[in-house]
Nanobody
Framework: QVQLVESGGGLVQAGGSLRLSCAASGTIFAFSDMGWYCQASGKQRELVARITRDGSTNYADSVKGRFTISRVNAKNTVYLQMNSLKPEDTAVYYC?????????????WGQGTQVTVFS
């Protein structure tokens, strides 16, 4: 199974930026779409951004124009550049693979990385 380790979260003032990283184990990474998710306290986990194995991207409306997902297959790593952060972006952020040909995330999740945005 793929193991995922997220990092890069922190405490930042509104309007600031963070860059999240997700290191994935296993050779499946290069063949898989990847996604970044967020889960705010008391809410369900939701998809923020997705990148295909070929580099095509799509975003939740709430982050379009502010967040950028990217990947380096040679490093088995996916990134989330977060700009113009807002307090409502506060959440634990997770990455995961998508099961091939589906919109379903892998069963195994990492520990996530906390992002806290204060005004």
């Amino acid at each position: 199974q793929v193991q995922l380790v997220e990092s890069g979260g922190g405490l930042v003032q509104a309007g600031g930026s963070l860059r999240l990283s997700c290191a994935a184990s296993g050779t499946i990474f290069a063949f898989s779409d990847m996604g970044w998710y967020c889960q705010a306290s008391g809410k369900q986990r939701e998809l923020v951004a997705r990148i295909t194995r070929d580099g095509s991207t799509n975003y939740a409306d709430s982050v379009k124009g502010r967040f950028t997902i990217s990947r380096v297959n040679a490093k088995n790593t996916v990134y989330l550049q977060m700009n113009s952060l807002k307090p409502e972006d506060t959440a634990v952020y997770y990455c995961n693979i998508f099961l091939p040909g589906t919109d379903v995330a892998g069963a195994r999740w990492g520990q996530g990385t906390q992002v806290t945005v204060f005004s």
